[in-house]
Nanobody, 127 residues
Framework: QVQLVESGGGLVQAGGSLRLSCAASGRTFSNYDVGWFRQAPGKEREFVAAISWSAGTTYYADSVKGRFTISRDNSKNTVWLQMNNLKPEDTAVYYC????????????????????WGQGTQVTVSS
């Protein structure tokens, strides 16, 4: 089992920045790929970004590419999502998640493959 806790959300004006953290505990965190997803009211949960267990590979949704950066430090059991140039449409609850198995890039964009989820952190971007 892996336990995940997100933090760092808040209210920010459009064009601003936030840095989300995902702190892990439990089994060896460095073995797990990690993804960030978000869910806005009335919408389905959508993929934002993912990072491989070694941090050697990262993936981004087209909507955030060039604005968001995912990174990790396995010695700190933490994954971060740096969000720059935020837009009102980025408003959502953001979740980090980890799958038990290893998947390719296409599968890591699917919420269904993730086994462990945090409780989420709210990000609100005002216009």
């Amino acid at each position: 089992q892996v336990q995940l806790v997100e933090s760092g959300g808040g209210l920010v004006q459009a064009g601003g920045s936030l840095r989300l953290s995902c702190a892990a505990s439990g089994r060896t965190f460095s073995n797990y790929d990690v993804g960030w997803f978000r869910q806005a009211p009335g919408k389905e949960r959508e993929f934002v970004a993912a990072i491989s267990w070694s941090a050697g590979t990262t993936y981004y949704a087209d909507s955030v590419k060039g604005r968001f950066t995912i990174s990790r430090d396995n010695s700190k059991n933490t994954v971060w999502l740096q969000m720059n140039n935020l837009k009102p449409e980025d408003t959502a609850v953001y979740y980090c998640a980890a799958p038990e198995l290893k998947y390719g890039s296409d599968a890591l964009r699917q919420a269904r493959v993730y086994d462990y989820w945090g409780q989420g952190t709210q990000v609100t971007v005002s216009s």
